[in-house]
């Protein structure tokens, strides 16, 4: 991996706007990708789907400081400021304390401020830092099954450790997003389905919202690797509906997706000719919480996810069935 230019690590990754919620109210989001250290899990063993960590050089404060100075001539005021890292915000090591703090003050426009952490980091002590009444925190649980997070994601925690850190925000009334994974490797279609609805049904307890985030196939991952050899294949976007219409009307918990390559080969996607349409209605759901949505559109597609369903199952297997039946099909 390269180094990074002293410049590059004094300049944020990325940064845009987009929509969001604050209570039922939608509102501007100004969205800012912060270059750190990186994740101190993903230093160490690193989760099967995640290839977010390719910074090679410390960053430093000073270099963190210049980032933000830079966002901020950006800012425009936005209700929502959301700040993402490659791990995790209340990591002193990624983020220092002072740093958090001073945060809250050069985007005091903001009613809120949302970030991301690991449980392990999220404690009463790393939230002294935060202005609480302006804060939600959001947590990357994936899975409610410990077995599929240790086997299948690699998470390096468990659900009781991601429900301490829920606790501790519930008890300090930090609204918490808890983001779960939709098709983690070496499941089928169908058990993934299942495995995320009863996650979703589990972390809407503590959560204020919760993201289903279908896989993307990034570079340099174990899912990657699986994917280019026909082991692995991203959920459809069937399977993304099934999911939200199963989890909507939790009372207190909005339930959204917002998926990243929606439409692409590494992302979730059906056919190609529907693919718009629904990726539009699950934008719509995100906010309207009304399933109608999804009654808009349909396609034959449908058919073909309800056979891999049956299919997979009857193979007991997780692999690309259609992959794997198409390349080797006889002339």
Known sequence: MAKLRKEDLQTPVSTWREKDMINSEKVDAFVIILRTTGCWWAHKKG?????????????????????????????????????????SFLDDKEIPGAVRKDIFQMFAPAQRILF????????EENLASVVKERSAVAIGLESANDEILRKCIRKGFTVGDYEQAARVLN?????????????????????????????????????????????????????E????????????????????????????CRLLSSP???????????????????????????YSQDPAEFEKVDCECRSEWQALLELQDLMFTSVDVKKHVSENIVE
């Not at 692995?232 to 909507?248: C, R």
Request: charged share 25%.
């Open 116 to 123: 991301e952490s690991r449980p392990e980091f999220v404690t």
């Open 171 to 223: 008890k300090l009334n930090i609204p918490l997003r808890t983001y779960l994974l939709l098709k983690p490797p070496y499941l089928t279609e169908r058990a993934a389905i299942e495995d995320a609805k009863a996650s979703v049904k589990y972390a809407a307890q503590f959560s204020e919202s919760v993201s289903v985030n279908p896989v993307n196939v990034q570079r340099s991952t174990l899912v």
């Open 225 to 252: 690797s699986l994917w280019s050899r026909g082991s692995y294949a991203p959920p459809m976007i069937w399977s993304l509906i099934e999911v939200l219409k199963d989890g909507s009307g939790k009372e207190g």
């Open 260 to 286: 990243s390559g929606g439409g692409a080969a590494r992302g979730v996607h059906n056919c190609g000719k529907c693919d718009k349409a629904l990726l539009s209605a699950v934008e719509k759901f995100s």
């Open 47 to 87: 989760c099967t789907m995640c290839g977010y960590n390719t910074v090679s050089a410390p960053v430093t404060e000073e270099d963190l400081r210049v980032q933000l100075s830079k966002a901020l001539e950006k800012y425009s005021n936005e209700k929502m400021v959301k700040i993402y890292t490659s791990g």
